[in-house]
């Protein structure tokens, strides 16, 4: 049941996305390749996290510069670290799925595919760290699947709407360029929207 509770989740968003794609469905090759893409983004992520938790550890960093005054240095330290370490890595390894893989596929050929792309990639993610989460708290591994079910789940899939739409529109916007300033746009807006879920 607990498995169950934690895979089917991510699993039953990417069939939903798969079925609202109306028009032309994506190839099931190129969706499982995002979907594993995205799985894989929880190893750089996993290294990089707490090689940024580490820097802030430093002593007399900046950081603890700012925590001198009224709020403490811990409390800097946790929201730097939320808001850095953890979102901003794991939206920028969902990015990178889907604009070097994704973006770059024939069949990427309308602005709803950034969409569904974007939602697999996060799904792939989600669906590895849902894992995690899930067997690592083992005294409270059902209120954890549950919990994220309704959370951290759909969260990371509206994260991989907002992304996907906006790399659908700079792709088919003909206004729009593939410039590093799309880019910023795209990644932007998806890192606020997640610091906001935080």
């Excluded at 699993?11 to 594993?36: A, C, G, H, Q």
């Excluded at 739409?165 to 792709?171: D, L, M, P, R, S």
């Amino acid at each position: 049941m607990l498995l169950f509770l934690a895979l089917f989740p991510p699993l039953f968003i990417i069939y939903k996305i798969y079925k609202l794609d109306k028009y032309e469905k994506e190839p099931l090759k190129e969706i499982i390749i995002t979907f594993i893409l995205g799985c894989l983004t929880v190893v750089p992520v996993l290294i990089v996290s707490p090689l940024i938790n580490s820097l802030l550890e430093i002593p007399y960093t900046f950081v603890d510069f700012l925590g001198s005054g009224l709020i403490g240095g811990a409390e800097i330290k946790t929201l730097i670290y939320t808001f850095i370490g953890i979102v901003l890595v794991e939206e920028y390894f969902k990015f990178l799925v889907l604009t070097k893989y994704s973006f770059k596929r024939e069949c990427f050929n309308e602005p709803m595919d950034g969409i569904v792309y974007g939602v697999i990639a996060s799904m792939g993610f989600a669906f590895i760290e849902n894992i995690i989460y899930v067997y690592g708290n083992t005294e409270q591994s059902f209120f954890v699947a549950i919990v994220r079910m309704f959370s951290a789940i759909p969260a990371h899939a509206l994260m991989g709407v907002i992304m996907g739409y906006y790399i659908g529109k700079a792709k088919f916007d003909i206004h729009s360029d593939s410039s590093a300033e799309s880019n910023i746009t795209v990644f932007g807006n998806s890192w606020c929207n997640h610091v906001n879920r935080v």
